[in-house]
């Protein structure tokens, strides 16, 4: 087998270690140089490169989860089907498997379950949404995080449901043995609710510690889904709340049609659970009268023995792995049974055809109209044959109660199994109740006793409490026709339209767009930065890789120039010294005037501060005053903070007696007596204070200084004045 450890792919990804092996794809640990992160890169092994089988399936999992944008879903970053090498670069978990934490607690607590289940469903709807069926899901497929949060991992055998209908004859390919639909197992079509049958088995393998089907033949496992009922979760677990059991029991239905029919269905029961931990259940199951298909011998049956490993990538190695090794031990067991069950199946439905009516309509459609539903059809035993649907409608033509329309027409012929829909009127109205803020399930007990047939929808709106009533159609207090449906609409606070927004920054503004679109978003302003980092390309996005944003949002990317970017800065620069003088000062950037530094200054030695902008590393400044450079440096823009250096203050066109008075900060002296004031300035060196007195009614302030010029107020505290500055101090004197 050939090794990728120390090697890197394609000059992006260098490889680690191995982490997991499989019968068709080894898995490695990787450092991506790009992205600066750990990723898993699982790899098709050459000896299967040419195999079609295992290239589609290799492929499947990137095609279905590339789609896939969710936080408990596995992220794959990036893939590659070249004809020498194939592999999928996938998020690196650093976790166990569920199975291998259900192993070690034995049995999880009901509330533990609860959360992660949830997490587990809320990964499904977000799949189901999209058209995909995951069709594999066990614990060993099943991630947790040390923070308890959990990723659903493997989509190798993954289908779209709107697109395929026969997925065993199509695929080859079911999910493990104890944890699949009768329907998959039978090689009926898939949809949604085979994921939440084995969601099902997942509880009840979490609440009892067993799996509700064992045996030592993969095949008996099968029959037994398709046959038999499990073992009572409470003869095993006391503990389990009932209506956790009702719950778990509910999504294992054998039948379709009696399971939850979405993955949204069984949350809103798992909140009603989580709000009332002691609520029941009133589920009506269907009966499973269908007859016992044959498993196409082209399927692959995986075993029970699985070994839960440390990573996502090794989960998936080791499914892979199971599939080669099950498919050379059972396809001969299953050729042969096959053989049989074909061979018996075709003799009994000839037998049934020639010599029979079993095929043959059941009877013909009675004559509902004008018969009231509630007198003469609901409990009439001579109609307790016909499978009948009723539907209400208000119309003010007909009395109530009675069928206005039926559908098939009296005297069509149907088969046993085919429904009557019949309309029935009702001309009774009732206000619709304000449920609005209440549970589910609650206000749909509510609603119903009025009279009402009841659906729901789920909308994002994280401000009401997830799983109460947002609003209702019609509105509370309208009046609707007694028989006619509400629509309960509840709070989720799982948006499942939203989507991850993409990473943007390293790409160009085309591959932007491309990315944005690949997730339904759209670029929005491109702004132009002047940048020295990546020339051309996206610098700065908003909003960031990662945040949350929905279909039609607006990417707002900055793209950079290539061209240094221009920093403004401020200078403080000293004056000359030249009493009573005042001169015209010029600023000058590369030979270039900066207009808005341009002053008539007084030549008092004070500081002159300015702003000025520039880019690039090597600028020359200049300032000038009546023609004469008193100050230059260099400046250097793209350090932070900026460099100044040979730094020169000019000044011969003064006179340099002057210019060399010395410059020292008055200090504060407000509150100090008149004779510790003096002292202080006299020892800072200045030699021109005078003391004027104040008129006070503080006795306080009496022989103390109150005020003084200059005010020293902000940064005038640290300037530097001449020690000859005129200073006058202010002190205060009794009023008499």
Do not use: W
């Not at 194939?86 to 569920?98: C, K």
């Not at 892979?320 to 059972?330: T, W």
């Not at 004559?367 to 499978?387: A, G, L, R, S």
């Amino acid at each position: 087998m050939e090794t990728y450890v120390n090697k890197r792919i394609d000059n992006r990804y260098e490889v680690l270690e191995i982490i997991g092996v499989g019968g068709m794809a080894v898995v490695y640990k990787a450092y991506d140089s790009i992205d600066d992160r750990v990723v898993a890169i699982k790899i098709l092994k050459e000896e299967y490169l040419a195999n079609e089988e295992f290239r589609r399936r290799f492929k499947n999992e990137s095609k279905y989860i590339a789609v896939l944008s969710h936080p408990n879903i596995v992220k794959v970053y990036d893939m590659s089907f070249g004809d020498r090498l194939q592999y999928i670069v996938m998020e690196f978990i650093e976790g166990i498997t569920l199975k291998e934490y259900i192993e070690q607690q034995k049995v999880i607590q009901p509330k533990e379950a609860v959360h992660f289940v949830t997490q587990i469903l809320r990964a499904l709807q977000h799949a189901h949404d999209k058209g995909i069926v995951h069709r594999d899901i066990k614990p060993q497929n099943i991630m947790l995080l040390k923070n308890g949060s959990i990723k659903v991992t493997d989509f190798g055998i993954a289908s779209f449901s709107r697109s395929e209908s026969a997925t065993i004859a199509e695929n080859s390919a079911i999910g493990s043995v104890h944890y699949i639909s009768p329907e998959q197992a039978r090689g009926d079509f898939t949809d949604a609710k085979a994921d939440i049958y084995s969601v099902g088995v997942l509880m009840y393998e979490m609440l009892t510690g067993k799996l509700p089907f064992t045996s030592e033949n993969p095949i008996s496992v099968v029959m037994m889904h398709m046959n038999d009922e499990p073992a009572n979760m409470h003869d095993i677990n006391g503990s389990i709340p009932v209506g956790l059991e009702q719950i778990t029991m509910h999504a294992m239905q054998k039948d379709p049609k009696a399971r939850y029919q979405s993955a949204a269905e069984l949350l809103l029961d798992l909140d009603e659970f989580k709000r009332n931990p002691s609520i029941k259940f009133d589920y009506s199951y269907f009966v499973d009268n269908e007859p016992t298909k044959y498993i196409d011998r082209t399927m692959n049956i995986n075993g029970s023995g699985d070994k839960s490993t440390k990573s996502n990538a090794e989960t998936s190695a080791d499914n892979d792995d199971d599939s080669v090794k099950n498919n050379s031990k059972l396809i001969p067991i299953l050729t042969g049974v096959v053989s049989g069950c074909v061979a018996v199946l075709l003799v009994v439905g000839l037998v049934l055809l020639l010599f029979t009516d079993a095929f043959l309509a059941s009877d013909r459609v009675p004559n509902f109209m004008n018969m009231n539903y509630e007198t003469e059809i609901k409990d009439n035993d001579k109609y307790n044959e016909y499978k009948i649907q009723v539907e209400y409608e208000f119309n003010t033509q007909y009395e109530y109660g009675v069928v206005i329309r039926q559908s098939p027409q009296k005297g069509k012929k149907i088969g046993k199994d085919e429904y009557i829909y019949i309309t029935v009127n009702t001309n009774k109205t009732a206000p619709v109740s304000d449920v609005y803020g209440q549970p589910y399930l609650s206000a749909k007990q509510t609603l119903e006793a009025s009279g009402f047939i009841t659906k729901y929808e789920m909308l994002y709106e994280p401000s009401v409490e997830e799983g109460s009533v947002i609003r209702t159609s019609p509105e509370r207090g309208d009046s609707a026709a007694v028989g006619s449906t509400i629509t309960i609409y509840i709070s989720t606070h799982t948006d499942e339209d939203a989507v991850f927004v993409p990473k943007l920054v390293g790409f160009t503004p085309e591959e932007a767009n491309e990315l944005a679109k690949s997730v339904g978003l759209v670029i929005g302003q491109v702004i132009q930065v002047d940048s020295l980092d990546n020339a051309g390309k996206v610098i700065e996005q908003v909003p960031a890789e990662n945040e949350t944003a929905h279909p039609g949002d607006k990417v707002d990317i900055y793209v950079s120039t290539g061209n240094p970017p221009v920093v403004t800065i401020e200078l403080s620069i000293p004056l000359p010294y030249k009493s009573g003088n005042a001169g015209a000062l010029k600023v000058y950037l590369n030979n270039a005037s900066v207009e808005s530094a341009g002053a008539e200054v007084l030549l008092t030695g004070s500081n002159y501060t300015f702003n000025v902008s520039g880019s690039g590393a090597s600028n020359t400044l200049i300032v000038k005053i009546d023609g004469s450079t008193v100050y230059s440096c260099n400046i250097d823009f793209t350090t932070d903070p900026v460099t100044l250096t040979n730094v020169k203050t000019v000044n011969d066109e003064y006179d340099d007696s002057l210019i060399s008075i010395p410059l020292n900060i008055i200090p504060e002296v407000v509150g100090l007596s008149e004779a510790e004031a003096m002292d202080l300035l006299s020892a800072q060196g200045f030699i021109n204070v005078t003391v004027e007195y104040k008129k006070t009614t503080d006795v306080s302030h009496i022989g103390y200084v109150i005020e003084q010029t200059p005010e020293l107020s902000g940064l005038d505290k640290y300037r530097p004045y001449s020690i000859d500055t005129a200073i006058v101090i202010f002190v205060g004197e009794g009023v008499f």
